[in-house]
């Protein structure tokens, strides 16, 4: 079975840190881009960061640069996002996907998604 777990939310005050993972099994986890997105409560669903197969190029929505930082171990089938200098706006499930390319975060690339972690950043 083709399944993404996604894990690592909670509750943290602004300022703080967070890591989220998403693990994988099923499909041959090197040959796809690992993307996360989020959705916070009435709005769109929006990409946050991805990282290519092979981990060597990364991208970040303008709002987390310089915050959040992806990568991944392929050796443990697993993608990481350190998410550093939390927000409230940051507040959101967080989504893992996986896709052939991150196509600069479209959605409609993503075929494979996990359930979400909830992120709630609130002092």
């Known amino acids: 079975e083709v399944q993404l777990q996604a894990s690592g939310g909670g509750l943290v005050q602004p300022g703080g840190s967070l890591r989220l993972s998403c693990a994988a099994s099923?499909?041959?986890?090197?040959?796809?881009?690992i993307g996360w997105f989020r959705q916070a409560p009435g709005k769109e669903r929006e990409g946050v960061s991805c990282?290519?197969?092979?981990?060597?190029?990364?991208y970040y929505v303008d709002s987390v640069k310089g915050r959040f930082t992806i990568s991944r171990d392929n050796a443990k089938n697993t993608v990481y996002l350190q998410m550093n200098s939390l927000k409230p706006e940051d507040t959101a499930v967080y989504y893992c996907?996986?896709?052939?390319?991150?196509?600069?975060?479209?959605?409609?690339?993503?075929?494979?998604w996990g359930q979400g972690t909830l992120v709630t950043v609130s002092s």
């Open positions: 099923g499909f041959t986890f090197i040959d796809y881009a």
């Open positions: 996907a996986a896709a052939v390319m991150c196509g600069k975060l479209d959605i409609n690339y993503f075929e494979v």
């Open positions: 990282i290519s197969n092979g981990g060597g190029s990364t």
